[in-house]
């Protein structure tokens, strides 16, 4: 699905086409099309403020700002008076590129700066820089892109990186705001581990291809490319050769050093159904499941009681190390039982009860059992499989990580109630 273009970068494109613009914009010109532009000194720390709803509007620009920064703030409030649902008088500060912050005033804010990042230095412009100069090196890059379109390195940075290839990773920081960031171009996929609620930079350090830094003023990037993704075709073959993820893993990386890592979230996602991978390390862990794979996990009080409880339900599994991280993985294979239906005519309510009888003596803990699988009974039922093999496959992946249960599924009629529960289930849809 392709990405739609925001309103106000396309009212900024028919502007650039209108006038047959190309960096370096004449910005100053191009206002004066719009609105009377007058410098002077700016209360509040405002960069300009913005009248609009009078015959001429008028712009009241900050003249002790930088050039570089007059022009974007030029830009941005040609923004204002462009886009329609902008009105009234606006103090602008334009330096809030990466703050997060959803009032309506903020919301114009960041609308203007989109508008004047697309006028000083467009898309197809932009697209042609980067392709052009990626390659000679993220610095350079920046500051061409900065000194073409006579912007600061910074209004150059935050534009660069919405159009750089995919791989491409950065930590923000800015000591006077005092707040720091990640941020990832376009297509850029990669699972990234965390340590005390923030990224491990150490583990980027160690997978990525290529690495820097970059200061811009306030601002310190640091960046990492990390490996290319291999195709789907690639993985997909691959996955074909085997179903043990540490053979998947060494054959990718074969490919390409810690391809594994940056295909990792599209390796999932082409898994057959029934694979559970568990990464831990440090205080990190996250569990990831293939497409329609609905297994619970018990809690584990060690690895060697992980690995053995892996080994004990799924028809594959393993656990190997790497990069600091230890995977656990396991591939559960649901087998559907021969026959769907069975020669007991008991409700399968009463099949239930009878075993919970035969396993428990208490009441109290009987009636805690029914309640909790009429619960999973009964969010299984919501997602209506329509088809026996795939109701009976949810709801066997559903209890098997749920260990108290474990005593009544190893029950012999358990089966049977499985079975008969399902056909009720299936028989009232039936019915309706």
Sequence with gaps: MVNSIPREKKLAQRISKKYSLTPPINIRELIDKYAKCVEDSVPSNADAICIMNIERPVVFLDRFKSETRKRFTLAHELGHLIIPWHNGMISCH????????????????????????????????????VLEKEKSGLK???????????VSRSAA?????????????FHIQNNEMYFDSFKRSPGTSIIIPSQDDKYDRKW????????GTYDLDSIQVKWWKVPNVLSTDQLTKIIEESKDLTYIRDKVNRLQDD?????????????PTGYIIDIKGGDYNRFFRSPNTNIG?????????????????????GYFKYLGYNYFWGYFVVKTPHNQKTQDKRL?????????????????????????????????????????????????????????????????????????????????????
């Design 157 to 169: 940075f935050f534009s660069v990186i919405k159009h750089l290839p995919s791989g491409y990773v």
């Design 259 to 271: 391809a594994f890592v940056s295909s990792f979230t599209d390796l999932i996602n082409l898994l």
């Design 94 to 129: 334009t330096d809030k590129v990466d703050m997060v912050d959803q009032t309506a005033y903020q919301i114009m804010e960041s609308e203007a700066n989109s508008f004047a990042a697309e006028i000083l230095m467009p898309t197809e412009w932009l697209t042609e820089m």
């Design 140 to 150: 350079d890059l920046m500051d061409f892109v900065a000194k073409k379109a006579e």
């Design 204 to 211: 980027l350090d160690e997978i990525a291809i290529k690495t």
């Design 297 to 317: 996990i018990p809690n584990f009080k060690s690895a060697n009681d992980e690995i053995a409880w892996f080994k004990e339900h799924s028809y594959k599994s």
């Design 348 to 432: 399968s309510k009463d099949i239930l009860k009878a075993i919970l009888r035969e396993c428990y003596s208490e009441d109290s803990k009987r009636k805690k059992l029914t309640h909790k699988m009429n619960g999973i009974i009964g969010s299984l039922n919501n997602k209506a499989p329509s088809q026996f093999n795939e109701f009976y496959r949810l709801f066997q992946e559903r209890l098997l990580g749920e260990q108290i249960f474990e005593r009544i599924m190893q029950h012999k009629d358990f089966e049977v109630f499985m079975i008969n529960k399902i056909n009720e289930l299936l028989a009232k849809r039936v019915n309706r």
